[in-house]
């Protein structure tokens, strides 16, 4: 285990250490010369030389300045992130919790019409344009039948101090008398974007749970549970999920840099307060010191959490751990 | 089906393109999404004699509703959008705009990334580990973000997004196109053919690529299908495709203010872009059962 916690941290090293060759390469396209001047990068320099300028200013926090609003990107990253972490993490939830049941149903009852049913709806989640699908969302559920706000975080009679900037966690620690009020009407306003950001997901995690479930349901140690008389629930959740795990756990990591793209599209629908309406802005205003702080800033996270899947996964199968 | 154990020797044996072409055909729902995208494709190859309208034609008539609602008119099948342009010329015009981008960038990126990956393949362990780390770095970036940085380096607009993609797509063929040959390599009529003096060009046309072909080809449908969505999201962003162009995603963009009052405006672009993708990757799906590859 501890091999493999080594092995992981120096691969994320040298990623992180390739995602900085990638950005600094990156930024050399970059028409600005505000961003040359806040990231100590000078024409007269050697491209090693400004490599180690850039390397020190980034690892020491210094990323510069937004060109539109003068303050300081690391610190608007950070206060704009909670936001979209919520809501990816949501979405995640959505995702798993219904995807996971889902995958089971069809695998265990296969061929069935609940089968075919799941599996042609797990198809057309996975064809449908996120962008669109928000609209129709919003159309239908908030306009039409009233059951969801349509955009921002909360309701404006609500007056919340950000702490954590998490919604969820700032109305229930806050003083105010309303503050489960509150609560609720956060939870109410999360519910319509992690459901539009958790479609794509939730087919996908659908269609990996049932084709492992199917792969590991005709394993023999099933068939010898089975014989044991174990209950079905025991059977699916205690003996076949454990194998099942390993794929479906795969997939999560792949699956994080899927709802970073989502949510560049789920906040541009829900005016959501995040990091793609952050990211957005700039692209439009041509802020490049702010849009390189979000894209280096989401890749080290992608990166990061790629590789926290890649211990779980281990962790989770034997195979691998028995095999070092 | 057609190829029946017979009484007689049999005189004919399938070729792999018609085993597949049969082992395709009996997946029914692949079938009819390979029916419905070419019904999309003959409609984008000759949507200026199947469009009633130009595109951009504007009439006075702004925001009519389709032609089956108690205000619409019979001349607007899918209604007018807010500055009075017929919607179904538009959807008609878009998709050869979409797919003809789609299949640019398809183009670009697959040329550029399984000649990457060919030579990635055959090189040595040093530069081949570089590659993969720098494509495993862009494939980890989340995709769309990625296009936008892109684009907001050369400027949004047409040419730029086809670009933007591309790059985007190209690991996803350098990986595939990698791995399929990687299997291959070490198999024993690639060392026949060694044996037999084949040199390197004439190994990889004619043993190698034939038979890495199955992945390339679903490989060819997902980007596809990616391509088409990526375009139409930057262009959803306004970064895409700009304004007068019938492009799908702009169409939407277009219409999200009118989506209270005008909502056939956001439907019908969003079906032409579902349509779209689900026959693709129905017909993809069908592709990789057919070729029998992941079994």
Known sequence: MIKLLIRQSLLLITSLFILTIFTFSISRFFPSENFNQQLQIQAEHSALENYSRYLSQIFSGQWGNSELRGSDVLQEFLTFFPATMELATLALCFALLCGIPLGITAAK?????????????????????????????????????????????????????????????????????????AFYDALHHLLLPSIVLGTIPLAIFTRVTRSAMIKVLSSDYIRTAKAKGLSDFRIIWLHAMRNALIPILTVVGLQISVLITGTLITETIFSWPGIGKWLLEAVYRRDFVTLHAGLLAISALVIFTNVIVEVLTYYVNPKLRIRE | MKHQPQFYQQSRIPSTAARWWDNFTQNKLATSALVVLSFIILIAIFSPLLAPYDPTLQFDEYLIPPSWHANGQPQFLLGTDEIGRDILSRLIYGARLSLKLALIVVAIAAT???????????????????????????????????????????????PNAIYAVAVVLIPHFVLTTRSAIRNEINKDYVTAMILDGANKTRLFLKGILPNILPPLIVQ??????????????????????????????????????????APWTVTFPGLAIFFTLLSINLVGDGLRDAMDLEK
Request: aromatic letters at 10%; a negative charge; charged letters at 10%.
């Open chain 2, 112 to 158: 550029i990334g399984i000649l990457l990956g060919t030579v990635t393949a055959f090189s040595n362990r040093y530069i081949e580990h570089l590659v993969l780390r720098i494509m495993d770095l862009i494939l980890a970036l989340p995709s769309l973000l990625l296009a936008i940085v892109i684009v907001a380096i050369i400027g949004p607009g047409l």
């Open chain 1, 109 to 181: 009852n296969k061929n069935s019409w609940q089968d075919k049913l799941i599996t042609s709806s797990t198809l057309v989640g996975y064809s449908m344009p996120i962008f669109w699908w928000g609209m129709l969302l919003v159309l239908l559920v908030s306009l039409s039948w009233g059951l969801t706000p349509v955009a921002s975080r909360l309701g404006f009679e609500y007056d919340i101090i950000p702490v954590t900037g998490f919604m969820l966690v700032d109305t229930l620690i806050s003083e105010q008398p309303y503050a489960v009020e």
């Open chain 2, 220 to 261: 060819l449908t997902l980007a596809f299908s990616t391509a088409v969505l990526e375009i139409a999201a930057l262009g959803f962003l306004g970064l895409g495709a700009q304004a007068p162009n019938p492009e799908w995603g702009t169409i939407l963009s277009e219409s999200h203010d009118n989506i209270v009052n």
